[in-house]
Structures are given as C-alpha cells and as structure tokens.
C-alpha cells in the first residue's frame, strides 16, 4: 500500500483577507456562484461583492437553506448551471463548505471555501458528509480533488460567537487520536494512501497547537480580538486539522459522532465539533489510555465548555436501548472505527461511552469540591 498526502491548492488566513477575495478568486473563474445562508450574507454581502466587483467577477447569489442533503446541493447546483458560472464559492460554516463541494464536483467547475467560522476541518478537504433534509448523518461523498482555494479572514472568524471557535477546537483535538490509531492500523486514509510521515506531523502539530493555545483563543475570541493564539488555533482548527484527518484517516471519535447523530431529538443542537469532543474521550477510554491522559483531555474540554459527560448531549436520560442504537450505529459496516488496531464491536462502545461519561463527571465533581474548599478557605 502507497503512502499519500492531500490538501488545497493555496491556504491563504489573516485578518481582513476577505477583502482579497476577488483578487484571489481571479485566476480561477469569471463568473462565481456565491453560496451563503442569509445571517452570514448578511454580515458578508459588501466585502465580498466590492471585491468581487473589483476584480470583474460575476456574481449569482444561491441562498443556502441550512442543511448538506442531496436536496439543497441539487437545487443549488441547478441554479449555478442555469446562470453559467464557472466556479463555486462557499461561504459560512461545515455545512455550507461540504455543500459548496459536491455543487462544484458536480458542475465540474472549481471551488473556494470561504469559512466564516472555525467550527470545523471541513473547508480544506476533498470530501463532503451529506446529512438528510433532518440532520441525520447519511454518507461521506468523495471528490475528484481538494478545494482550489480556502480563505479564512481571521477578523470574520472572531466575531462570531466563541462556541464556533471551541467546537472546531473538539474536531481538531480528535484529529491526532485519531491519526495515531491509523498509523498503528495502517489503514488507508481519505487521501486514498497510508498517512505520510508529514500528515501524522502536521496532526500532532494540530494536539500541541490546541493545548498550547486553545484555552488562550477561546478567551480572546470573547472579546472578539484576533491574537496570535486566535491565528495559532484557527490554522490548527481547519488547516492542520483538516489535513490531519484526511491524510492520516479517521477512527472511533467520528464514528461515535455519527453514532450521536442518530439520537438527533438530544443531540442535533450541539455542534459536531461538540459531539466530536465527547466520541475523542470515548475512544481513549476503548483504547484503555491513562486516565491522566485522558483527564488532560477533559481538563482542556471543561475549561473551553465542550461537552465531556452525557448529560453535556442532552444524554443523560437516554435509557440502555438509545445508548445502544448510537454504539451500533457507531460500529456499522463502513465506518471508521473499523479503522481502529483492533476489532470494535457494539459492547466495547457501549461500555466506552459509559466510562467516559464516568470520567468527565469524575473530573468536574473532583474540580467543585476543590473550588467549594478553596471558597471555605477564602470565607475564614
Ligand atoms: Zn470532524
């Protein structure tokens, strides 16, 4: 078996970097079809047409009505076909990049991913995860090649809520744990190859990037301010991480994601990098690691509030039979943790997400009671 690396044509990150879009796009197309949701249109609409305008881009503006099922990216792609443009541009969060993709892949045109969030590692990969119109988690839709350009304004990015930026923190702490159970499988990765050895660097590289400067962004974010640690983790967020995943290859900590999605009435208001966080911790504890590894794991998890118990999944009632529906929708024929160094049934993930429900109370209860000893003591 080959190894393999894949990634975008250009990257290209920093604050105000919007205003280059036309400029950038330039060379790719003359006539875009722009696709955003209207909360992002809205807070986007002028620098991205003055520069587009600027640099003699046609524009078709497609309203992207919020999920990446086979229904929108057609009704999507008709209207670019209608209009004649010859190229994409998605701009907004995962879901508007995956579905920006399969427009592009099918129009046979280029693509740009424009992320205005850094909630996840899906605006840098050759891969869509197409949901149903209700959010289910249906199949991941391959594509002939990497977007053709991903640009990321960091001063758009940290003026969206802080959730966003947290959430892509869980999808990008995931990648690692899971690039070092494929390196260990020597599975195949999305690239089509085994992991290079710069993929599983650049994967590691994304770990200590977040622990480094994960807690350090979430509160920058907060005041809307771009540091270098907000650069720092939305490069780790979306390029380290998506090149991560893709060319090192995923394992349990989506497949439980996609597990999660099955209980969708509890679980569809959290975000997948929210869920990804929680399947990360679940697959440490499949894999037997120390529990002071894993409680670093949710150390970081609590301080930046991702969800590291049941309870956070609006998944504390869930009775025995609903646990089991996620565990073996996690281990259906297909998924990734079939990529994981051992065999992993639908018991072993059951009893994972219950030791890591276990651990995360463990470590918040453990955490209050030294907070309420250290409030008795400031009391006297
Ligand atoms: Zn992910």
Known sequence: MHAALIAPNKYVQGRGVMAELGNQV??????ALVMADRVVWGLVEQTVTDSLNQANIRQTLATFGGEASDREIDQIRLKGQEAGANIVIGIGGGKVSDSAK???AQMGTGWVIVPTIASTDAPTSALSVIYSDEGIFERYLFHPKNPDLVLVDTAVIARAPVRFLAAGIGDGLSTWVEARANLESRKPAMSGGLATRAAGAIAKLCWDTLFTYGESAVLAVEQQSVTLAVEAVVEANTLLSGIGFESCGLAAAHAIHNGLTVLHHQTHSLMHGEKVAFGTISQLALEGRPLSEINELIDLCQRIKLPTTLGDLNLGEASPEELRQVAEAACAEGETIHNMPFGVTPDMVLDALRAADAYGRAYRERG?????????????
């Open 368 to 380: 209050q009671s030294v907070f309420g000893m250290a409030q008795e003591v400031g009391g006297n």
């Open 102 to 104: 399969a427009v592009g």
């Open 26 to 31: 330039q060379p790719l197309g003359d006539h």
